[in-house]
């Protein structure tokens, strides 16, 4: 099945500074979409993005599909965007059937 | 207040208890999954309804059991747990887009669940 490699696990911040986190996938894909797990568990939804580029306030993010990576930017950081935040996929061809592969996350700790 | 709501938000169980996991989603949509997260491991897939039929069974042992009685409830009953079977239980939903679900997820908030 896709592989999904994101970089870096862990990053650790102060904050008002930017940060770039990158997701590798080893297929096509046809969805990708960017999640920020709050505390609580809960995934939010910050871009559906299998190509191109989107933005949403501070945060914005890249999908080069041919090259087969995604790029997630945050600036100005604030301490509440600490958490985890997941790249999934879901591979091009056959049927998807929504089967998003999750990597394996980046730890983003925003100190005061 | 989000689209998916599941409950409980925590359960604590036996490994002789019977319980279940529901989830209500009120986007419309006709896709509905179980992904399981447990500690230190990735997110994986569980099951797949699309328009209230399985589409997917990604090899869960069968003391998991779906259930979807329609295209915005789905419900994970739990029989003879394993403590290995504690992890966070998410709920997600789609629109498929033609004949693949391509569609974007949408999360629940997860139900956090130890069997002891």
């Known amino acids: 099945g896709i592989q999904v490699e994101q970089s870096p696990p862990d990053l650790i911040l102060q904050e008002g500074a930017n940060s770039t986190l990158r997701c590798n996938f080893s297929?096509?894909?046809?969805?990708l979409q960017w999640f920020h797990q709050n505390p609580w568990g809960q995934l939010i939804n910050l871009f559906y993005?299998?190509?191109g580029t989107k933005q949403n306030g501070r945060l914005s993010a890249t999908t080069v599909a041919t090259e087969r990576y995604s790029l997630l930017y945050i600036s100005s950081s604030q301490t509440t965007d600490s958490g985890v935040y997941f790249c999934?996929?879901?591979?091009?061809?056959?049927?998807?059937?929504?089967?998003?592969?999750f990597g394996q996350g980046t730890i983003l700790t925003v100190h005061p | 207040e989000t689209g998916v709501t599941q409950t409980p938000r925590h359960l604590v169980m036996g490994m002789t208890n019977k319980k279940s996991l529901k989830c209500e989603q009120h986007?419309?949509?006709?896709?509905m999954y179980w992904y399981k997260q447990s500690a230190k491991k990735p997110l994986e897939l569980m099951f797949v309804?699309?328009?209230?039929?399985?589409?997917e069974n990604n090899s869960v042992p069968s003391r998991f059991s779906p259930e979807c009685p329609n295209s915005s409830h789905l419900f994970l009953h739990l029989h003879t747990l394993q403590p290995e079977d504690s992890a966070l239980y998410l709920c997600?939903?789609?629109?498929?887009?033609?004949?693949?679900?391509?569609?974007?997820?949408?999360f629940g908030e997860g139900s956090r669940l130890t069997v002891l």
């Open positions: 997600a939903s789609s629109q498929p887009a033609g004949l693949e679900l391509t569609g974007e997820l949408f």
């Open positions: 297929d096509s894909v046809n969805n």
């Open positions: 993005i299998p190509s």
């Open positions: 999934a996929v879901t591979g091009a061809g056959g049927t998807s059937y929504g089967k998003l592969t």
């Open positions: 986007l419309g949509h006709n896709a």
């Open positions: 309804y699309n328009f209230k039929e399985q589409t």
